[in-house]
């Protein structure tokens, strides 16, 4: 069983920057992938970005790639978002996942994850 709890998000101008946290708890966090996901009123929960367990391998949805590094501190069982020059589409509920299978393209799809947290919002204005 894994819990997950996202933080860091808020409002923020367009071309600022912010950086999500999700802190982990109840099992191993070095034996877990981890993802992103977003969703904004009235659309589908989407992909945003996702790091296998020990960190050398990362994913990244087409409208983030560059923008959004995602990273990991297992010692601190917490992985982070750090979003950078935010546009208003990004604005959005962002959800940290997790997930005990095999690293691949699969962490793209959210039936991938096993656990989810409750979601942080976060708001671009412009």
């Known amino acids: 069983q894994v819990q997950l709890v996202e933080s860091g998000g808020g409002l923020v101008q367009a071309g600022g920057s912010l950086r999500l946290s999700c802190a982990a708890s109840g099992r191993t966090f070095s034996s877990i992938n981890m993802g992103w996901f977003r969703q904004a009123p009235g659309k589908e929960r989407d992909f945003v970005a996702a790091i296998s367990w020990s960190g050398r391998s990362t994913n990244y949805a087409d409208s983030v790639k560059g923008r959004f590094p995602i990273s990991r501190d297992n010692a601190k069982n917490t992985v982070y978002l750090q979003m950078n020059s935010l546009k208003p589409e990004d604005t959005a509920v962002y959800y940290c996942?997790?997930?005990?299978?095999?690293?691949?393209?699969?962490?793209?799809?959210?039936?991938?994850?096993?656990?989810w947290g409750q979601g942080t919002q976060v708001t671009v204005s412009s």
């Open positions: 996942a997790a997930s005990t299978k095999i690293y691949g393209s699969g962490s793209y799809y959210s039936h991938y994850y096993d656990y």
